[in-house]
């Protein structure tokens, strides 16, 4: 028995019914509970057997053999882009289906894992390390960026990108000489994606635990966090969580990279160009249901165009397509769970209470959308609710990521200098999402402070040593020093 | 009444019998206990009174409101350095009566901090950002370095190194922006260094607050590791210490940079040539009467030269000079507290008794020094123990920085490639200790993985963003997603 | 009628008997004169039509054009390599065959502009400018590095390396939004190589004048030094002719890479790997039929070793099949030219009475190989001559690129530091030649000075400004001045 | 027999009535011609006597024996920058009265060598050069900036700026190990600035042939661009010469640095602060009486400003008070020589005359200035011409360094990006000159293409070499080539 017609193009992705959630020592397996992955919220597409603490103890071994003969190869990394390009469509398709994000984001998403596997390999020659000038003659001072063997490199994702953080993530690490041990939290992505690097590793016969997968629950993320073998491990999830990985992960001196909550404004000046600061909104706010950690969700607007910013917005609010991210013409589709539909829900009722206890704002016009949509989905309306500036101060939304849109370059200038924006990511007439892969991303504060994909996140995936060769036959000390 | 005749010279460093230790809002001040600082471990030099939670508290708004206004500027840190030179040999005499490091150490050490002073001014025309190209037309994407305002770093500061560590904290975060806050563990060198600072700030008629001094207990340690107006916290001392300081400012989401404790190794080859390779051991070893954190603590030596070598060593080691660290010839002074003393001396008596009940190795030869010299002060013998192999294995001595001396090249590569050391400052004929300032100080794992002084630590004192500016009239999105 | 059997595979490469040689303004044209493409040295290939001044100027004015849409696309140039990639055996074979060298090399040598290809792709992301920090308040310094428009890149590649030199440029020109006009020596290459090309451009839509080659005399390398239009002439030749295309370029304030002769010495220390050193020697000086610029033409033995090794390396030379390149276990195919041929005999002549004129060495054995081969191709005899020490001096060898094997440390850091080698490229226990993309391929002095491929080479085909914007009310100026 | 009262300053800087010009082998010599130098045009200041053919050759040999044991040391640059921090009143006046420049100015130019002093200290620990991951296992890929033994620099240097550019090359000349050969035009002040290095060098007993100078005519001038002990020569001078100069170098396979003449532009747009634009314009075309290399030549002024704006220009330009420029308040200084003064007066009757037969502009208003002043000096008076469109066109003044002052941020970063200025320093709001030192100094095209100061500018001071080293057993390949 197979899968019914709109889903036959999981087939060309390798799935089936019923699916092992372990890719460990080269091989599927998984001797965990078996569990369902869900179109959201109800309609399960596939089912998944996780990894058990004895399939994740298997992996780790051969990954951590691995390690030791895995060097830097862009090569393979190329491989491994030109062969998710085959997959675009179909992978794309599967974000959509179990992600919930409309098919263009999903297949953007593919396309971001796609765009990091070519630019690695560029950069897989580039990995440079420093000669710095000594104050001593006949020494030579270096500065290299090596990864010891063996070096496992583990990343925990979450559900709202289920595959272009492990692109991220995954394709540096490679590059680096890593091996990678991925726990997911989205397990046909994680399965279909694996499935088609394991083929690439496998063709230019090389072991497949360089890359490894557990699906499984938070033992398998407590078990990483643990675990020595693992250096360096990159989480994306809530502060919360982010913060007790890194107790854990510090206590045993390995290094944290970590992307966390967001809460992301968008300031919108005088001087902006309306239309294009609504057309940001939207995409910031409504892409991907709100569910992005870059997902706008303040609004600063000067009060000179204050009304016709919302006029303008709430219009355009009101014409979101919601419904199956499958289908054409949709922008929002489902949230990923049901109890992210129930948060919403009562999100709503504190903010409505918050209205009416509120007399200084204009009743009737503080709330647009608000409702969750009536049907089988976790579909709910694109929102918006006016606070008072008190409320404002009092939500303590003082953290991180905000950005805005004025046409005056003394602004400009000061909002990306000392005096302006404290964010680790900074747009100016751009959404607060859609980050390009050459910049470095992350942020700062109770967002964790990691940076992923470009610039120089590289740096991370590897040791770093300060090395000095004397080859001189004198023993000079540095800063002039005589002893003995 | 004045100083005893031979401490003549603190008149000088504007020391009196006894000092205000808190140096807040451009005044010496200090509302806590008074404490005596002691050249080790009896003679007082002079008495300190301590700053109170009140002093931190009114030091730290100073700060902050100095921190609003303080930019970068390397001129100031160049006259520092010019202060400092004309107190090079007053403040080096300091630094070796109050901790006890013989006196050409402690003039270098003093030299080190007028290094960086020297260095950062350079540096601070070099706090580079970068211009990363967009994939998108009429996009500018940069990321900068820069300091948001206000910026205060802590730097906390160990017996060890008096003012070397606060220079490489210090220089670095003035050239980037910062106001830095200091609390040391030895309160006559903080005070005398900090006067010399003040004036250069006094004389340019910017507010003392810029540089803020605590001299007190833990409590101020405490109390900037709790401090949000802190982002970074630069903290010198014990692993245990360490990751507890680290864990309290994540949780505020601060950042931290560790220099903890270290457990270095020499290992010298068959090739080595043993003569430098012994004057490097002594160095390394009884440089600082073992007290660095980057003491070698560890001997791998290879069988063929295991004997001649331990013969040379021991030859060296007993014609060291142990006594007072200003008397010329001296090359090992007192142990800083009378607790190291102690400490050193039940060391000795558990390894005795591992070396009683250890049958396979030779006795009479296996324990070169090992007794506590009878004298007031803190001295005690330079020590070698010979531990077998399996005793080198349960000691769990497998962390960090060792380094060696082969002559063959092929070793040498491997030494500093990918299968080579994993320590964070790796040598070659050269001791553990004695860094230079232009490359980047610091360890792996227990060490805390903090990286100071040169090469890119600049880039930790300030904030970092990615920052997209979209100057053109369309809204294209990365990934080229269509959205709406 | 179309090609015999063994040159079937040229019409896979888009090649026929009879073929324009000017691909202008995307179309194939050629107005010029009809010349031959021979195996070397007698058997025809094909013909080609070679550009005409008019072909030239029609060209040019069409690239110019398409210069001011083209900016910097890594995924065209990703396409390209993907292109040579389904195409790699036929455009190896047809560079031994046209060019001489043996097929391992031809295939080598597509493969090199393959890995240019993939290289850049991600160096299309990373070509950075710098923000630098500005002396003066409310000021914001850059450096950037952009590509004026138009900008065309000419490549004057020799015959030496068909296709590989115009991937060192060409890749690197198009990512940093060059148009690029190649003028080549070796025709069919250069028209199989550009329709590949030709084919992704139009594939994407993108106007074929991008890229343009000229097949043409030496009136065509002329115009290129001469045309104001092309900003950057990158010319690999004789030192001789590229001095003189640099003074033409550099009067018309162009800029100018150059890579011309070399004469790179191999150094044979007494601690060498005799084996290891033998076979550098041998692919230093005999691949490629010792026309590469980086051919070793000069040993430099050290006495302890100079016997054993001329042995060896006379043993290995006499074993080197010369003979057909295309052929299975050619080790050296046919001199390019029949001038080559017949300079080879002159100078073994002049050698010869040299040898004869000079007492002081040992005759007889001083002279290995030296004789041209028998047959129709334009063969030779590897060949090694002994010289006394006196003639060294006389024949003023002493420029650049030596290199040497040594496996002391102190020899080989004291080789690459500031008193060591004064070559642009420095290789221990590794042939002259074979050199990796990731660095920066160039010599100095006679060879010219040009730096290409790696490293940061990229720069030069940008034009670069340091920018400053004052955002600002006041005008402060630098150094502190007052004016008015 | 002494100076005037006046010029008793000169005796503070070791200077004479009479003075040795030329500083070789660490003594003051001179065996050529005594020439007066003037304080612009007629009052002599003191005689030098220049040096002879002969005295270069000895200055040559010494100087390149020398650079055998020169280190980098930023210790004695350092030392220098002090030494001139003591003289800057005295040379900053030296520099007014022998160039002409107003006393601010001249100030501030010494200002730039001290700043340049201190910038290249910290530069000394940043020379850096790169490791490059080698795709062959085992090797290790270096790129090293060295400077080859001997190797020394020439600096020519112009009589507009008599000691800033020797700091811009000087100070990063030293610092990366080379010696310097300065051949300056303006005598006093170079001999001032060498007695003050000269005696930093003899304080710590290192030769002074380090720095070497040569007062003299043009034929030390083109003795240094033939001389092939000096790899690298930076002129600084008129196009004309300048191409002369690189032509002569080249050919000997040298280098040169060049910075020759500019034609630079201020452009003001419709929304330009005016009263900015003004001040601006004010200083980058009447400072240094417009004969600075960067002094604004042409102004393009947007119609809709273009009157207000000359009105406030010339209203400006009519109170700049002209006369000694030593004495307070002057703002323009005399021409530096009288035939400067004759060009001026020609040029003034050219342009009248073209006036007079240029039908299409405003006469009456279209002059203001263009007198000589009458007096003994070289005065002129500031000068505007207005000139028609077309014969904007006809004096083609398309070459390079335009800058503009506008506040729409889309104008600004369009001008600074790929399709705007094409000039090698780009300016917003800021005037055409006083360029920080930070950043890189130079003009494209006929400008020379030279950068000097800042950024990466010393990479040009010291040869590069890409350094494999194989530390394995095995010989692999680049590009996989299989070879015999």
Redesign the interface.
Known sequence: MGFPKEYQFLSELGLGPRNPGCYANGTWRGDGPVVGSYNPPTTIIAEVVEASIQDYEDGMQACTEAAKIW??R?EIV?QIG?ALRTKLQQLGRLVSLEMGKIL??GI??V??II?MC???????????????????????????G????PWNCGVITAFNFPCAVLGWNACVALVC?NCVVWAPTTPLVTIATTEIIAQVLEKNNLPGAIFTSFCGGSEIGEAIARDKRIPLVSFTGSTKVG?MV??TV??R?G?CLLELSGNNAIIVMDDA?IQ?AV??V??AAV?TAGQRCTTCRRLLLHESIYQVFLDQLTA?YKQVKIGDPLEKGT?MGPLHTAASKQHFASSIEVIKSQLLSNRDINRGEDLVGGAAVNSDGNYVQPTIVEISSSGAGRLRYNWYRPRYSP????L???W????????????????TN????????GG???TG?G?EA??DSWKQYM???????????E?P????????
Chains 1, 2, 3, 4 share one sequence.
């Open positions: 060097m830097q862009g190329r030109d263009a984001e953007g998403e396309q971001e765009d070519d630019y690695v390999v560029g950069l897989s020659r580039q990995l440079n390390g420093s000669i710095i000038p000594s104050e001593r003659p006949n020494h030579m001072m270096m500065e290299v090596c990864v010891e063997s000489g913060l890194q107790q510090n206590q001196f290094k160009d294009l057309r940001s939207l995409f892409g355009v922008l046409r005056k370059p003394e400009i200038f000061q990306i200098g000392p005096h302006g924006s404290d964010c680790g990511i900074v747009n100016v007439n751009i959404p859609g980050a390009e892969i050459g910049g470095a991303f700062e504060k109770a402070g940076r470009g610039s040791r770093r040593s300060t090395c000095t060769i004397n080859y001189g036959k023993l000390l540095a800063q002039g020093i005589n002893f003995g």
